[in-house]
Nanobody
């Protein structure tokens, strides 16, 4: 499977963005899809994870209540809706995938990555 992330941009504090992660393969139901972000000088950190077929969606504490995952199965695309954005959300955002059922929260546990999309939140 190949992933392509898009939807980043520049937004003011309190604004919203929706990131998209488009997958190339058809057999997506067995995938775990994670969202991660990496700010300058920091390690890549977990944002959210879900199963492509649904269930098990989990969010990192800093984004709970503000970010949400949805999917469009017909378009093989998963979305990360980001609301009430804060300057500390500024980072390059990545989607990643791996086969399986168990949810993983570490970046090193994912085998396939999209190219990343920049999100910048101005204060």
């Amino acid at each position: 499977v190949q992933l392509q992330a898009s939807g980043g941009g520049l937004v003011q504090t309190g604004g919203s963005l929706r990131l998209a992660c488009a997958a190339s393969a058809r057999a997506l139901s067995s995938l775990i899809v994670g969202w991660f972000r990496q700010a300058p000088g920091k390690e890549r950190e977990f944002v959210a994870v879900t199963r492509w077929r649904g269930g098990g969606t989990t969010y990192a504490d800093p984004v709970k209540g503000r970010f949400s995952i949805s999917r469009d199965s017909a378009q093989n695309t998963m979305y990360l809706q980001m609301n009430n954005l804060k300057p500390e959300d500024t980072a390059v955002y990545y989607c990643a995938a791996r086969e399986g059922y168990t949810l993983y929260y570490g970046a090193k546990q994912y085998h396939t990555w999209g190219q990343g999309t920049q999100v910048t939140v101005s204060s």
